[in-house]
């Protein structure tokens, strides 16, 4: 068993050292690829933050109220309930 299992370590070792040695040209462009990913990644985020929470400097449509006539912003109930 004990042969078996050197004999496997061995092939696994070669087999290991093979890959390195074939995509070692290809480390390269790999890690551009996964820098580009990222910079996609944080440019979606990026995109997405402004979106997510309401802009405070946006005007708000005023409608008056058909009870009372009170302004009120578009939407929201009235504090006379009409
Ligand atoms: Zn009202």
């Given amino acids: 068993m004990g042969a078996i299992l050197k004999l ?47 802009d405070p400097q946006m005007p708000v449509k005023l409608v008056a109220c058909p009870k009372c006539g009170t302004y009120v912003a578009q939407g929201k109930a009235c504090a006379c309930n009409g």
């Fill in 8 to 54: 496997l370590l061995t092939v696994i070792v070669i087999a290991v050292a093979w890959y390195l040695i074939k995509f070692r040209g290809r480390i390269g462009p790999f890690k551009a690829a996964v820098k580009a990913a990222k910079k996609v990644a944080e440019d979606a985020q990026a995109a997405a933050a402004p979106t997510a929470k309401p």
